[in-house]
């Protein structure tokens, strides 16, 4: 791969001070180098933050400052459990009891938008003379997926907190103990196999069979959890293959599934990216495949990498605490993702959780100027804290680093799910009936395309609601 650099402008907004709308002028100044920037606020007011991913300890410290420069500003940081938060978020905000600020994953935005109050377009801006389009801004500040998910009606939607994308854990021992064994059998073995992580689809067939371990009633040991819709992440595993070999998973106006459909090649001719994508996933877990190394009898593909009973697992990086806090001892590393060989643009899977302001809000300018506070200030910390990647893009990213964190976070995509649970449990049902069902993968692809259009609803018309961020002149 080419050493390219890509350079991306930054907006200087985030380095300066503006006047922030909240029923009252909220004056923005600075106290000194070794002070970030403060918000002295003239009115009473309260804002209520719910999110399903930090305890108090950890998010409130990284506001103290415009906390502290705020007295008359109550802020309420509740943590949620993420086994029922979305339901009960709805019913909150339908009962108008909700949150102000609310966290939301990457993929609710387009069930969820008619909820929200978009950003005030002055929300980057460095002052009355900085005539940046809002959207131009977040693009120079965020990652592609986010600008791509969270700029839409020409509008901006969130401040994302950080940046993860699919990736692949490998169980280190395993690898090496084969690599051994392969050895000791006098086996002619390419340079760096089983040491260095799958870079292509071939080679993580080759490594996936070679680590796949079977008795007489079938596998015992998976080479990788792939292939069937009960593994872990499968319907993220199945979209970034669909997306590599080039199919659309929605229309531009977010208005059809177009997953099923056949698209052109250079040359003209047809193909259908989506059905090979659907076949060749679902090969590694078919019986008889000379691809199968997964079988569900191995049970959660999580507990089962933990266990030692998988040897790849595709997983978002979070998933490392889930390590770090039932296997400490366990030798593994983190890959990027396969990609085909020879292609130009490689893609991975993006996932994350975002900041949005709610209809709820009784002033919802108060809220996003908190957002701008975070983002000028404390998202940077944040990521430190915990652990997560940066949502600021940098200036530059070396394509030359593929395993770097930056790079696949730069090259992570996801798509407008019209509803990211339904749409996820519709796409491993089409999975199922390829694999169990013995149904034709384009035949399968065309019900979950008809499945997923039927929850494409325009949503029921709600009152807009305006938020300004008044500009220091």
């Known amino acids: 791969m080419h050493n390219v650099k890509i350079r991306r402008q930054k907006t200087n907004a985030l380095r300066n001070f503006l006047l922030i709308g909240v029923g009252a002028v909220l004056a923005l100044t600075l106290a000194g180098c070794s002070r970030k920037q403060t918000t002295q606020i003239q009115t009473q007011n309260e804002l209520t933050i719910w999110s399903p991913l930090d305890a108090e300890e950890t998010f409130l410290p990284l506001i103290k400052d415009f906390a502290s420069d705020n007295p ?43 909820k929200l109050v978009s950003m005030p377009r002055e929300f980057f801006a ?34 994302p907190l950080y940046m993860d994308q699919l990736s692949l854990f490998i169980n280190k021992d395993l690898l090496r103990a084969r690599l051994r064994e392969l050895e000791n059998e006098s086996r002619e073995l390419p340079t760096g196999y089983l040491e260095d992580s799958p870079r292509t689809w071939e080679e993580f067939i080759s490594y996936a069979k070679d680590l796949t371990v079977r008795d007489t009633g079938g596998i015992t040991r998976a080479g990788a959890a792939i292939g069937s819709a009960q593994v872990t992440n499968a319907s993220d595993i199945l979209t970034m293959i669909m997306l590599q070999d080039g199919a659309s998973m929605i229309s531009s106006d977010r208005a059809r599934p177009e997953f099923h459909l056949p698209q052109r090649k250079a ?55 889930t390590i770090a806090r039932q296997k400490p001892e366990l030798n593994y590393a983190i890959k990027p993702v396969p990609q085909i060989s020879g292609a130009t643009d490689e893609v991975g899977i993006a996932q994350y959780w975002t900041f949005t302001v ?55 995509r996801s798509w407008a799910k019209p509803d990211a649970a339904e749409t996820d449990q519709i796409l491993r049902q089409a999975i199922d009936s390829v694999l169990r069902g013995g149904v034709n993968a384009q035949t399968a692809l065309e019900a979950a395309a008809a499945a997923v259009g039927n929850i494409i609803v325009k949503p029921t018309p709600i009152p807009s609601v305006t938020a300004t961020v008044p500009q220091k002149k």
């Open 72 to 114: 008359s500003i109550r802020i309420s940081y509740v943590l949620k459990d993420l086994a029922d938060y979305e339901g009960e978020s709805l019913n909150a905000l339908a009962s108008l009891e909700g949150p102000d600020i609310w966290a939301i994953k990457n993929d609710w935005i387009t069930k969820h938008k008619n």
């Open 126 to 159: 460095a002052g009355k003379k900085d005539t940046t389009p809002l959207t131009q801004a977040f693009e120079q500040t965020f990652w592609p997926a986010q600008v791509a998910d969270f700029v839409v009606d020409n509008k901006a939607w969130g401040v």
């Open 267 to 321: 040359n003209g001719q047809l193909f259908n990216p989506g059905t090979t994508a659907l076949n060749f996933f679902t090969d590694f877990a078919r019986k008889g495949s000379d691809k199968e190394v997964w079988s569900d009898s191995l049970g959660d593909a999580g507990q089962a990498f933990l266990d030692g009973k998988v040897a790849m697992l595709f997983h978002y990086r979070w998933f490392e605490k």
């Open 358 to 412: 709610t209809k709820n809000a009784e002033s919802p300018n108060a809220a996003w100027g908190l957002l701008k506070w975070l983002t000028e200030n404390a998202l940077g910390d944040y990521a430190k804290i915990t652990n997560r990647l940066s949502s600021f893009e940098p200036k530059e990213i070396d394509q030359s680093e593929r395993t770097n964190p930056r790079y696949q976070a730069f090259i992570a």
